[in-house]
């Protein structure tokens, strides 16, 4: 018997979903939990699989749908099952684009000056005050010299071609002689090169770049921050790290995955700290779920994980790995999309010490963490050297705790 597929609610996501890409065709054998479509939402771009198997009969979306929680997608049923097609598809909301040409303005030079006569009269001489000098230790009247410069300006070469034509008397040319031997290069003013303008092109944000800025900016500005910060002795972190990648010399472990399995049994110990603070209600979480800030070309994305107290490290390090690969591959599960009560940062793998991360609403924590820094220390007189990690906690004022 045939299956009509709903769109399910992907969890703290919010608003309509784009359909960006169709993974089935039209015949295909789906399997129970395989991806058929794949949507983009207000977080990430999302896999949606079949909650049941068969043969796939009908799709009632199309790339480039959108389409919310509960909207029928597809149809699956038996091989040789006759489909009829419904009679209501799913009505895609195309978005246009309005191309806009961008046109070059002419700029017209208006001589202003044209057509308007002065009405007072002026004598005033324009020459550097080097010529002037020149001219009156020359005895020449400055106002019979004919400048040559910008605007008609008496320069220091007019005034020698004066004084040559004059025919003045040789003490008066041995004086110029003697301005000339002592004159400096005459400072022209600086005319800026001649460019095209700048040009700016606007780069249309997606979806997912605009939901991260309405939500950083709204946390920055609505959510009391509460900075908590702490120089961690590293020492035993790092011989641990160094002991698992001797016993399973195949694997990779990073800090992160020590720290993720930190806040976890941190998490466990003081579940009051395992919060969330919406529309003025806590929530309390039975489960230890973490998020992960992941840069990627999309912007940062803060996929969950999920249910980390049933995990070993090295299974957290295995699947920590898996998520951030899906992450930036752009694959991403509803699972990735459960809510969880913090978020680690972590950007010592580019040798920043320390920074201040904003709260991921509806959140109440996140855990901003720094590169491995070795310090001086005095031990039993001796001076050592010891690796220290800058962590900052950033807690919202809920009152969720004391």
């Given at each position: 018997m045939a299956t009509e597929l709903i769109m399910p609610d992907l969890g703290t996501t919010t608003g309509d979903m784009k359909v960006i890409r169709i993974l089935k065709n039209i015949g295909d054998y789906v399997k129970l939990g395989e991806p058929i479509i794949e949507v983009q939402t207000d977080k990430a771009n999302v896999e949606v699989e079949s909650y049941t198997e068969g043969y796939l009969k009908h799709f009632e979306c199309k790339e480039g749908d959108v389409i919310a929680a509960g909207t029928p997608i597809a149809i699956i049923g038996e091989k040789d099952e006759v489909i009829e097609e419904p009679k209501k598809e799913v009505q895609a909301v195309e978005e246009q684009v309005i191309e806009k040409e961008d046109k070059a303005k002419e700029h017209k030079v208006i001589d202003i000056s044209a057509g308007i006569s002065i009405g007072v009269a002026t004598n005033?001489?324009?020459?550097?005050?080097?010529?002037?000098?020149?001219?009156?230790?020359?005895?020449?009247?400055?106002?019979?010299?004919?400048?040559?410069?910008?605007?008609?300006?008496?320069?220091?070469?007019?005034?020698?071609?004066?004084?040559?034509?004059?025919?003045?008397?040789?003490?008066?040319?041995?004086?110029?002689?003697?301005?000339?031997?002592?004159?400096?290069?005459?400072?022209?003013?600086?005319?800026?090169?001649?460019?095209?303008?700048?040009?700016?092109?606007?780069?249309?944000?997606?979806k997912i770049r605009k939901t991260i800025a309405t939500r950083l900016t709204y946390s920055f500005k609505e959510i009391p921050h509460f900075y908590l910060s702490v120089s961690v002795n590293m020492e035993s972190a790092v011989a641990m790290k160094k002991r698992l990648e001797d016993r399973f010399p195949e694997r990779k472990f990073t800090y992160t995955d020590l720290l993720i399995k930190i806040v976890e049994k941190a998490l466990a110990q003081f579940p009051e700290v395992n919060t969330s603070y919406q529309d003025g209600k806590i929530t309390q979480y039975s489960r230890q779920n973490i998020s992960l800030a992941i840069s990627t070309d999309d912007g940062l994305i803060t996929p969950t994980l999920i249910d980390l107290g049933a995990l070993s490290l090295a299974e957290t390090s295995l699947y920590s790995k898996d998520v951030v690969s899906r992450t930036r591959s752009g694959k991403l599960s509803a699972k990735e999309l459960e809510p969880a009560a913090i978020t680690i940062s972590n950007l010592g793998m580019f040798g920043i010490e320390e920074f201040q991360a904003i709260i991921n609403p509806p959140q109440s924590s996140i855990l901003a963490v720094g590169a491995i820094i070795n310090q001086l220390k005095l031990r039993n007189g001796v001076v050592c050297e010891v690796p220290h990690m800058k962590a900052k906690s950033v807690k919202f004022c809920n009152f969720s705790m004391n």
């Amino acid at each position: 018997m045939a299956t009509e597929l709903i769109m399910p609610d992907l969890g703290t996501t919010t608003g309509d979903m784009k359909v960006i890409r169709i993974l089935k065709n039209i015949g295909d054998y789906v399997k129970l939990g395989e991806p058929i479509i794949e949507v983009q939402t207000d977080k990430a771009n999302v896999e949606v699989e079949s909650y049941t198997e068969g043969y796939l009969k009908h799709f009632e979306c199309k790339e480039g749908d959108v389409i919310a929680a509960g909207t029928p997608i597809a149809i699956i049923g038996e091989k040789d099952e006759v489909i009829e097609e419904p009679k209501k598809e799913v009505q895609a909301v195309e978005e246009q684009v309005i191309e806009k040409e961008d046109k070059a303005k002419e700029h017209k030079v208006i001589d202003i000056s044209a057509g308007i006569s002065i009405g007072v009269a002026t004598n005033r001489v324009f020459a550097t005050p080097l010529a002037r000098k020149m001219a009156k230790d020359a005895a020449i009247d400055i106002t019979t010299i004919k400048g040559s410069g910008p605007g008609g300006r008496i320069v220091k070469d007019d005034v020698l071609a004066a004084i040559k034509a004059s025919g003045a008397v040789a003490s008066t040319t041995s004086g110029v002689t003697a301005y000339q031997a002592q004159a400096q290069p005459e400072t022209k003013p600086f005319v800026p090169p001649t460019t095209a303008p700048q040009g700016a092109a606007f780069v249309e944000m997606t979806k997912i770049r605009k939901t991260i800025a309405t939500r950083l900016t709204y946390s920055f500005k609505e959510i009391p921050h509460f900075y908590l910060s702490v120089s961690v002795n590293m020492e035993s972190a790092v011989a641990m790290k160094k002991r698992l990648e001797d016993r399973f010399p195949e694997r990779k472990f990073t800090y992160t995955d020590l720290l993720i399995k930190i806040v976890e049994k941190a998490l466990a110990q003081f579940p009051e700290v395992n919060t969330s603070y919406q529309d003025g209600k806590i929530t309390q979480y039975s489960r230890q779920n973490i998020s992960l800030a992941i840069s990627t070309d999309d912007g940062l994305i803060t996929p969950t994980l999920i249910d980390l107290g049933a995990l070993s490290l090295a299974e957290t390090s295995l699947y920590s790995k898996d998520v951030v690969s899906r992450t930036r591959s752009g694959k991403l599960s509803a699972k990735e999309l459960e809510p969880a009560a913090i978020t680690i940062s972590n950007l010592g793998m580019f040798g920043i010490e320390e920074f201040q991360a904003i709260i991921n609403p509806p959140q109440s924590s996140i855990l901003a963490v720094g590169a491995i820094i070795n310090q001086l220390k005095l031990r039993n007189g001796v001076v050592c050297e010891v690796p220290h990690m800058k962590a900052k906690s950033v807690k919202f004022c809920n009152f969720s705790m004391n």
